[in-house]
């Protein structure tokens, strides 16, 4: 059984209303889902994708092999479409799968990635693909 420990945070009125709005538009189901999602965005982002193992996550192993599924909504821009096909040829390897939705009455494209290897190369690639500022959407999953 895994233990997750509980972190309480005090907050003024102003950002106590931010949180909420956030909720409401991003569809969040409560504030620690949003917090919890807010910090992994912040832990993968290139400032912090270098910081020690340790400092990150000292109980998961780095090199433990994991299966991920990743989900990429991009406008349909050559120059998007360019950055997100240079990080897929550096993780060819990697990526079994891919599936690729691109919609005529819609101005952007949906990639699903079936992502197996390593949970450090898993980190390493989320944070190149969060490195994209046009990315509309991106969510993934470690299934195991």
Same mark, same amino acid.
Do not use: W
């Given at each position: 059984?895994?233990?997750?420990?509980?972190?309480?945070?005090?907050?003024?009125?102003?950002?106590? &209303?931010?949180?909420?709005? $956030?909720?409401?538009?991003?569809?969040? &189901?409560?504030?620690? &889902? $949003?917090?919890?999602?807010?910090?992994?965005?912040?832990?993968?982002?290139?400032?912090?994708?270098?910081?020690?193992?340790?400092?990150?996550?000292?109980?998961?192993?780095?090199?433990?092999?994991?299966?991920?599924?990743?989900?990429?909504?991009?406008?349909?821009?050559?120059?998007?479409?360019?950055? $997100?096909?240079?990080?897929?040829?550096?993780?060819?390897?990697?990526?079994?799968?891919?599936?690729?939705?691109?919609?005529?009455?819609?101005?952007?494209?949906?990639?699903?990635?079936?992502?197996?290897?390593? $949970?450090?190369?898993?980190?390493?690639?989320?944070?190149?693909?969060?490195?994209?500022?046009?990315?509309?959407?991106?969510?993934?999953?470690?299934?195991?």
């Amino acid at each position: 059984m895994v233990f997750i420990p509980i972190v309480s945070v005090s907050l003024n009125d102003n950002l106590k &209303k931010f949180l909420d709005k $956030l909720i409401s538009k991003n569809k969040y &189901k409560n504030k620690s &889902k $949003l917090i919890r999602d807010a910090i992994l965005r912040l832990q993968q982002s290139p400032d912090f994708s270098n910081m020690d193992a340790a400092t990150i996550d000292f109980f998961t192993p780095l090199t433990k092999k994991i299966i991920g599924n990743m989900i990429i909504v991009v406008p349909n821009d050559i120059n998007i479409l360019k950055k $997100l096909n240079k990080i897929e040829n550096k993780y060819c390897d990697q990526i079994v799968s891919k599936n690729q939705q691109f919609y005529t009455n819609n101005p952007h494209n949906t990639f699903f990635l079936v992502f197996e290897g390593s $949970l450090q190369d898993f980190r390493s690639i989320v944070v190149e693909i969060n490195s994209i500022k046009e990315i509309k959407n991106f969510r993934y999953l470690i299934i195991n």
